[in-house]
Every structure is written in C-alpha cells, then in structure tokens.
C-alpha cells in the first residue's frame, strides 16, 4: 500500500532555531513530491520536487529530494514566530497520478 | 496567486438539514477536489472532478454528493446533516497539464452538526 511518512510529529522550537522536517514514502511509480504549509485555515504550496539532489529554496525554507533513499527534507533557517503551523508532505504516484498526504508535522516556534 | 473561494467559511446546523458547500475558482482548472479533515488528521479525499459532468468519489467514503456543470464552480451537497457530517471540508483545483500540478486550495468551510 502506498504511504507517505512524515517525521517527526510535532516539534517545538525557539525563534532563530533551524529546524529540519522528514518525509519518507513507499509508492508505486513516483511522479513528485509537494510541501504544503498549513496554518489556521488552508494548506499553501511551497515546493515541488521531482528530481533527486537539486535545492529547491525561497526565503529561508529550503528542500531537497533523495529518489535512491525515498525521502525528502525540508528545511527552515532562522524561525520566526510566523513558522508556526503544520507541514505536510504529498506525493503523486502511481500512472493515475494519485495524490497522497502525509499527516504533517505540527511546528511551534516560541519566541 | 490562487483565487479559490468557499463558503460559508462558518456553518453551525442542525440534524436532519440539508447544506450545500460553495467552491468557485477563476483560474480556469479543469481539475478539482473536495476534501475533509478533522482536526490534528490527515487530509482525505472525498470527491474529484477532471472536467464538466466529471465527478468521481474519492478515497474516503462520504455520505455527500457533488456536481460539476460549469468549469469553476464545484459545490459540495449534503442531503440530511448528522453530527458525524462535523468536520472541516477543503475544495482544492488544479491544472490539467501533466497531471501532478500542485492543488491550490480553498479556505475551507467548518461544518458542525447539531
């Protein structure tokens, strides 16, 4: 069965940390892989990654994929207050393209 | 910047009601999804649209229904509410182009049932 796991499950950190998030999967025939920020309301998109070793990055959230190990990271320098929120990975696969979430990592970044 | 609307964003009702949930998007996807998410859980994919007169159930089962008779609307029906029905429901859209854009979503409509 596909699954996409995300690590850990919640996180708290102070502002200025560097915090690193894990998303691992098991899926048949991957297509890409998204990273989603959601606060109160609806998630928002932040990266697509389809190929293995090249940073995607804006502002002071980088990511990267690793195709060989089935896993992506995603990172945030220096957090603010306003990084609070969970993150959730998703994966496409399989030749219909499906679409499959993680359950997120909930990230409290206390001043 | 995504331009996807729902409403209500709030909606407290009681049993045995019939609601409908709003979806309007102009940014002329073919694709579009509903789904539903309780707090702290996973998002699950209740229902999805590739087109006009295109509606599939999704992965969780749902008591709802949904129609697609115009591109940028895709409302969520639900004929007889019950507390189980309380959740927060998501309407997301997508291009059609290699078929994995990134969903752009909604901000959603808390529904609780009475």
């Known amino acids: 069965e596909d699954k996409v796991v995300q690590s850990p499950l919640s996180l708290v950190v102070h502002e200025g940390d560097t915090v690193t998030l894990n998303c691992s999967y098991e899926v048949t025939n991957f297509r890409s892989l998204l990273w989603y920020k959601q606060e109160k309301k609806a998630p928002t998109f932040l990266f697509m990654l389809t190929s293995s070793g090249i940073e995607k990055k804006s502002g002071r959230l980088s990511s990267i994929l690793d195709k060989k190990e089935l896993f992506s990271i995603l990172n945030i320098t220096a957090t603010q207050t306003g990084d609070s929120a969970v993150y959730l990975c998703?994966?496409?696969?399989?030749?219909?393209?499906?679409?499959?979430w993680g359950l997120g990592t909930s990230l409290a970044v206390n001043p | 910047e995504a331009d996807i609307y729902q409403t209500p964003r709030y909606l407290v009702i009681g049993t045995g009601k019939k609601i409908t949930l709003e979806c309007s998007q102009t940014?002329?996807?073919?694709?579009m999804y509903w789904y539903q998410q309780d707090p702290g859980m996973e998002l699950h994919l209740i229902h999805y649209?590739?087109?006009?007169?295109?509606?599939e159930k999704g992965d969780l089962s749902s008591e709802s229904t949904v129609s697609r008779i115009r591109t940028e609307h895709f409302p969520l029906t639900l004929e007889s509410a019950r507390p189980s029905h309380t959740s927060q429901y998501l309407c997301?859209?997508?291009?059609?182009?290699?078929?994995?854009?990134?969903?752009?979503f909604g901000n959603g409509t808390r529904l609780t049932v009475t």
């Open positions: 649209s590739y087109g006009v007169n295109s509606t």
């Open positions: 997301a859209s997508s291009e059609q182009g290699t078929g994995q854009s990134p969903l752009h």
């Open positions: 998703a994966v496409y696969a399989g030749n219909n393209r499906k679409l499959i």
């Open positions: 940014m002329g996807h073919d694709k």
